[in-house]
């Protein structure tokens, strides 16, 4: 059974760090991209960050780009996202989901959420 | 970067009739290797994202056939053709042709009327 686990969410001051992973099951993670979407309260899902297969290439929304990081490390099939510099409007569930070639999010985790105040 | 437009934002559905969202994109969704890379999701209250339809009119596996998706280019389409109570929530549409950014639309809430 194809499972994503996300932890790391908390409550964090403005300019506060956070690590969020996405832990995986199931499924062969070295062959997989993979990516995180967030939604803030009560608002839709964007786009954050995206990982190759083997960590050698990301991608970052313009919002994050500069503050965070995406890595993976498939020896322990999980995936990190490395948030600095944290702001308000970072406020949302992160969710990681899977990408498979030319398959986009068939799978997600049940999210965690991230708080961003003072 | 890819704007997709949802409508309606809203939509009142009486049980068992046929409801329909609408997704334009302000590009062609045609990536080079020929496929195109639009997809549907669906949010019921409090839980995660769950695809229904991948690369315009592909069904998930364990979705229910009155689920169906159309278009082509720059026009797309979800359809239920009989509107259940367990199809409450938000539908997004989604676009992974054109990236960075991969894009969502707005998302449109089903409701029962």
Same mark, same amino acid.
């Given at each position: 059974?194809? &499972?994503?686990?996300e932890?790391?969410?908390?409550?964090?001051?403005?300019?506060g760090?956070?690590?969020?992973s996405?832990?995986?099951?199931g499924?062969?993670?070295?062959?997989?991209?993979?990516?995180?979407?967030? &939604?803030?309260?009560?608002?839709g899902?964007?786009?954050?960050?995206?990982?190759?297969?083997d960590?050698?290439?990301t991608?970052?929304?313009d919002s994050?780009?500069?503050?965070?990081?995406?890595?993976?490390?498939?020896?322990?099939?999980?995936?990190?996202?490395?948030?600095?510099n944290?702001?308000?409007?970072?406020?949302?569930?992160?969710y990681c989901?899977?990408?498979?070639?030319?398959?986009?999010?068939?799978?997600?985790?049940?999210?965690?959420?991230?708080?961003?105040?003072? | #970067?890819v704007?997709?437009?949802?409508?309606?934002?809203?939509l009142? $559905?009486?049980?068992?009739q046929?409801?329909?969202?609408?997704?334009?994109?302000s590009?062609?969704?045609?990536y080079?290797?020929?496929?195109?890379?639009?997809?549907?999701?669906?949010?019921?209250?409090?839980?995660?994202?769950r695809?229904?339809?991948y690369k $315009?009119?592909n069904r998930?596996?364990?979705?229910? #056939?009155?689920?169906?998706g159309?278009?082509?280019?720059t026009?797309?389409?979800? /359809?239920?053709?009989?509107?259940?109570?367990?199809? $409450?929530? $938000?539908?997004?549409?989604?676009?992974?042709?054109?990236?960075?950014p991969?894009?969502?639309?707005?998302?449109? /809430?089903?409701?029962? /009327?």
């Open positions: 059974e194809v &499972q994503l686990v932890s790391g969410g908390g409550l964090v001051q403005p300019g760090s956070l690590r969020l996405c832990a995986v099951s499924f062969t993670f070295s062959t997989y991209w993979m990516h995180w979407v967030r &939604q803030a309260p009560g608002k899902l964007v786009w954050v960050s995206r990982i190759n297969s960590g050698s290439a991608s970052y929304a994050v780009r500069g503050r965070f990081t995406l890595s993976r490390d498939n020896t322990k099939n999980t995936v990190y996202l490395q948030m600095n944290l702001r308000a409007e970072d406020t949302a569930i992160y989901a899977r990408h498979g070639s030319g398959n986009h999010f068939d799978y997600w985790g049940q999210g965690t959420l991230v708080t961003v105040s003072s | #970067d704007v997709l437009t949802q409508s309606p934002l809203s009142p $559905v009486t049980l068992g046929p409801a329909s969202i609408s997704c334009r994109s590009q062609s969704l045609v080079s290797d020929g496929n195109t890379y639009l997809s549907w999701f669906q949010q019921r209250p409090g839980q995660s994202p695809r229904l339809i $315009v009119s998930d596996s364990r979705v229910p #056939d009155r689920f169906s159309s278009g082509s280019g026009d797309f389409t979800l /359809k239920i053709s009989r509107v259940e109570t367990e199809d $409450v929530g $938000v539908y997004y549409c989604f676009q992974g042709t054109h990236w960075p991969y894009t969502f639309g707005q998302g449109t /809430k089903l409701e029962i /009327k």
